[in-house]
């Protein structure tokens, strides 16, 4: 079955450290995958996004990663702080137009 | 730009009551899909549309229907409502971006059925 993993657990992190959000799948082949952020009470807001032929992808203090043999989609948020703490959340598109989203991670900066 | 907009922010029904949940968009996208968010489940899209006359099933479509006769508006309607439908209902819209969409998300329904 198809299956979009993040981690359930918070993510607890020192202001000022970098923060790695992970995101894995099984049985997609993605044309590219999304994260998003997710405040309480509030809908997603689109951050990222990175194409199945782009290793790395760069905005301001984040940074996405996809490898496509591993499955796996790694984001990253250097010199995190306190306003960082949200929700994030990973998608992928199937080649359809159809999105499938893993459940999120909580991410706690603290100062 | 108002964005995506959504009505109502809450709502409460009875089990077998039918609503529509209204959606609007001011950007000219193209495509503009529903999902629902339940504790732990993450986003499941419920339907989608490529554009005004097009609409397709997504992962979870048992128990609502949709039609997209305007570019801006997509609404969703729940024909006899069930308590398994509880949940938080979000509209989304985007635009091909070189064959990519970037989802804006409206700011969500609150619904719950007794």
């Known amino acids: 079955s198809q299956k979009i993993e993040q981690n359930s657990e918070a993510l607890n992190i020192q202001e000022g450290k970098t923060a790695t959000l992970t995101c894995n799948y099984t049985n997609y082949s993605p044309a590219y995958l999304q994260w998003y952020r997710q405040d309480p009470g509030r809908g997603p807001v689109f951050l990222l996004l990175i194409r199945e032929n782009e290793k790395e992808k760069r905005k301001e203090r984040l940074k996405v990663t996809f490898d496509t043999t591993l499955k796996q989609s790694l984001f990253h948020i250097t010199a995190s702080q306190p306003a960082d703490s949200a929700t994030y959340l990973c998608a992928l598109d199937n080649n359809f137009n159809k999105f499938y989203f893993g459940s999120g991670t909580k991410l706690n900066v603290k100062p | 730009n108002a964005g995506v907009t959504q009505t109502p922010k809450f709502q409460v029904l009875k089990t077998g009551q039918s609503m529509t949940l209204q959606c609007a968009q001011d950007m000219n996208h193209e495509y503009m899909s529903w999902y629902r968010q339940d504790p732990g489940m993450g986003l499941r899209l419920i339907h989608y549309?490529?554009?005004?006359?097009?609409?397709d099933q997504g992962e979870v479509p048992n128990g609502y229907n949709v039609s997209r006769s305007t570019t801006e508006d997509f609404p969703l309607r729940l024909l006899s409502a069930a308590p398994s439908q509880t949940s938080v209902y979000f509209c989304?819209?985007?635009?091909?971006?070189?064959?990519?969409?970037?989802?804006?998300f409206g700011p969500g329904t609150r619904l719950t059925v007794t």
């Open positions: 549309s490529v554009g005004a006359g097009i609409t």
């Open positions: 989304a819209s985007s635009y091909s971006r070189e064959g990519a969409y970037e989802q804006y």
